[in-house]
Every structure is written in structure tokens, then in C-alpha cells.
């Protein structure tokens, strides 16, 4: 089993086949290296320079006044099958969101889905949303979970003090009930904050039992709230250098 499964890094990472690797003009789409790109037609996607964490390249997404309950700018990828264990990780940036105050303001930035799940359950494995929350920002993590009459565990991790205002997000998720050792780890941290496999933030017990493993992933913003769609019109929320791994350790 191949430790990385995709680079799809909005840096061009993946574009030439290694990581590190750049092109001097940053693409005008992102597929490829991204399956699909879904936007509507109130919100907007852009490639723009710089990157994130000396990329040349990001993304920026946002949703545009007056904009209704579904919208999205988003990319997809659909590399990933019926992953029994799944890592993923992207940075991502929120200076531009200076509209959040308050924690019923929030829009989903990725979510990880599995083609089966329990009956009446959603596919999503994992979602991560942002929360407009003060003094802090913070980011909500849902975790598939039967156990739960929900049929998901929340973790919410606040957002460290961040002069950039860039954040790194990683995750471990293996498929199946949590015996013995919790099998959801999370790291979230300052863009320029060191991060170890041994260390994460944070780790949840789940048992994801009837869906079969990550198929697909989102990144960008969707799923918004009443309450983040009006405080964010026409604020750009950035996202970069996703990678996704079944195995190893991703870090910074």
C-alpha cells in the first residue's frame, strides 16, 4: 500500500509530480490536479500568489452578497478508495475574514466522505468547519461515529494566536471501532508552529462501523451559515497545500 496517495496543492506541488517543485505562473484552474471544481453562481474561486507557507500559489474562495443556503466554491478529489485509514492535511488562511464574531457564523472548509454509510446517515467520515467564535476563531471537527445518537463525535479546537493568520490542520482517521488506542488524531497549530506524528492536538475514540472508508474529499467553503454569509460577503477565505496519505506522517 502506497504510504502518499495525491498532492493536490494549490502551489503547483503536485502539477510537477514532487513536492517542492513550482512553475512560474501559477495555473488559472485547479483541474488539473484536482478531479472537479464546483462552483455557484454566488461565491467566487481564484488561484493568486503567493501561497501559503512560501507556496507560490493558493487558493481563495468566497461567497458574494446575497448569496443563498447552498453556496460553494469548493475542489474535489476523488483519488481515494474505500480508504480503511486515511490522513490528510492543507493549511489554511483567515485574515481576510474580519466579519466573524460570533460562533453561529460558520461555513464547512473539507470534508472526507465514504461512498456507503449507515442507513439515514451522512457519508461524511469527516467535516471540518470554521467558527467565527471571539476572542478566538476556531475550527469544529465531525467524526463519523455509530456510538452517538447523532452518529458523529465533536471535537472543536480553538485557533492559536497567528500573526499571519495561517493555520495548518492535519488528521488520522482509521476505519472501525476504537480498540485499543484512539483511532482519530488531530493536529491544528500556527502555520509556523513545528508538529510531530507523537503529538497530536488532540485524539477521539469513534467507531466508524457501516461506512466503508474515504472516496472522496472537498476543500473550500461550503455549507454556510445564515450568520457567515452575511458577516462574509466578499471575504476571502484561503486554502493550501492539501496532501493526503494512508500511512505517514504529513507535518508542516
Known amino acids: 500500500m502506497n ?41 467566487t474561486l481564484a488561484i493568486t500568489a ?61 470534508n472526507a466522505s465514504a461512498t456507503t454509510s449507515p442507513a439515514a446517515t451522512s457519508p461524511a467520515e469527516v467535516t471540518i468547519k470554521l467558527l467565527g467564535t471571539t476572542p478566538a476563531r476556531a475550527i469544529r471537527l465531525l467524526v463519523a461515529d455509530v456510538t452517538q445518537p447523532s452518529k458523529f463525535t465533536t471535537v472543536t479546537a480553538v485557533l492559536p494566536v497567528s500573526a499571519s493568520g495561517s493555520y495548518y490542520v492535519e488528521f488520522d482517521l482509521t476505519q472501525g471501532a476504537s480498540i485499543p488506542n484512539p483511532n482519530f488524531r488531530y493536529w491544528v497549530a500556527d502555520a509556523a508552529t513545528a508538529t510531530s506524528d507523537a503529538s497530536p492536538t488532540g485524539t477521539a475514540p469513534v467507531d466508524t462501523t457501516g461506512w466503508t472508508g474515504v472516496t472522496t474529499a472537498n476543500l473550500g467553503l461550503f455549507a454556510t451559515t445564515p450568520g457567515f454569509r452575511t458577516a462574509a460577503a466578499g471575504q476571502v477565505l484561503s486554502v493550501d497545500q492539501f496532501d493526503s496519505r494512508r500511512q505517514t506522517f504529513i507535518g508542516q
Do not use: H
Not at 493536490?8 to 502539477?15: E, R
Not at 514532487?18 to 512553475?23: C, K, R
Not at 474505500?82 to 488562511?93: K, L, S, V, W
Open 50 to 110: 503567493p501561497g501559503l507557507a512560501t507556496t507560490a500559489c493558493k487558493l481563495d474562495v468566497s461567497v458574494i452578497a446575497g448569496a443563498i443556503a447552498n453556496a460553494r466554491a469548493l475542489v474535489t478529489d476523488d483519488s481515494p478508495v474505500d480508504e480503511p485509514r486515511y490522513r490528510a492535511r492543507f493549511y489554511f488562511n483567515i485574515s481576510a475574514l474580519t466579519g466573524l464574531t460570533t460562533a453561529n457564523q460558520q461555513a464547512s472548509i473539507f
Open 3 to 43: 504510504a502518499k496517495m495525491k498532492v493536490l496543492s494549490l502551489a503547483l506541488v503536485g502539477l510537477c509530480g514532487y513536492a517542492g517543485s513550482a512553475l512560474a505562473v501559477c495555473p488559472t484552474d485547479p483541474v488539473p490536479p484536482w478531479t472537479s471544481k464546483n462552483v455557484s453562481a454566488d461565491a
